[in-house]
């Protein structure tokens, strides 16, 4: 069995992988060389010898990237150009569908630069919107360039999500909510996303550079909480499409979603976004 080291192990992704037999949190400041360089010699002086690292350490809050760009790409760019440097090429980046502004699910499609580091012969809707976008599609190519790999998720959910969370109560008390209709992403359970991130790992040597994971049908935001609506037994006549893209909010790809035949025919666990409603109901349930 492979041991996996985890950087961002106190975030939502890093904290349930850390939770998975032989994933161990890797306690570093990623973008601080020696940081990184203290945290493996510890771990191996505990006897724990990583043969691969997960990078969870990001920024992934738009807003923030939008706020501060040099950050953004100090922690999301430099950060994974740095566990390269001193751990080698088995770090696996997390990436997203924000490296796209399609308004169509997209396949492993690369974003190439030429060596004047320009990028070339890509069309508009391949280009990120947002900084958060930009500084995900930097990791991308720090990731090709070193050999590393990449898993490229959608929206991850859970019942703890704040948007989430408040719609569900807004229903729960009989009240109207405006949801967007111009969204469409892969919304996968968070448990699932991770189960794919350690299918990735266990199945490392045969995996390609760049690997799509969501659920397996991309759908727009106002149709997902349709259906939770219906599975957690509410009134889905309650959920109001929403029209107007609220333009003083950061920029977010409009429509879009990834394609993830790539990782079904690899083996990945898949699921469903009904999957996904039927897991959120039953950790309601739960509480």
């Known amino acids: 069995m492979k041991t996996v080291a985890v950087t ?30 203290s945290s493996l010699e510890t771990l191996q002086r505990s006897g724990v010898y990583p043969n691969i690292i997960v990078n969870c350490a990001a920024i992934s809050s738009i807003d923030k990237c939008e706020e501060d760009e040099k950050r953004a790409t100090l922690v999301n760019v430099r950060g994974l150009y740095n566990l390269h440097t001193l751990f080698g090429s088995k770090v696996l980046n997390i990436s997203s569908d924000h490296v796209f502004a399609s308004r169509k699910p997209v396949s492993e499609h690369p974003i190439n630069l030429n060596d004047e580091n320009v990028i070339e012969n890509i069309p508009i809707e391949f280009i990120p919107v947002n900084q958060y976008g930009w500084s995900k599609f930097g990791a991308e190519q720090i990731s090709k360039f070193d050999g590393g790999k990449t898993i490229r998720l959608s929206r991850s959910v859970s019942i703890e999500d704040v948007d989430l969370s408040y719609y569900l109560m807004e229903l729960y008390a009989g009240r109207e909510i ?16 991770v189960n794919g991130i350690e299918y990735f790992v266990s199945h490392w040597d045969k995996m390609p550079q760049i690997v799509n994971y969501g659920a397996m049908k991309s759908v727009r935001f106002y149709d997902f909480l349709i259906l939770l609506a219906k599975k957690f037994k509410l009134n889905s006549k309650l959920v109001i499409p929403r029209e107007d893209y609220y333009t003083y909010m950061p920029a977010r790809p409009r429509g879009g979603g990834l394609k993830v035949g790539l990782a079904k025919k690899l083996g990945f666990p898949m699921y469903s976004i009904s999957d996904t409603c039927v897991r959120l109901a039953k950790d309601a349930h739960a509480l």
């Open 178 to 193: 405006l949801v967007p209709t111009f969204f469409s992403r892969n919304y996968l359970h968070r448990e699932y996303v």
């Open 8 to 37: 961002g192990f106190k975030g939502k992704l890093g904290r349930l992988l850390c939770g998975r037999s032989n994933f161990v949190g890797m306690d570093c400041d990623i973008t601080d060389s020696i940081s990184i360089d």
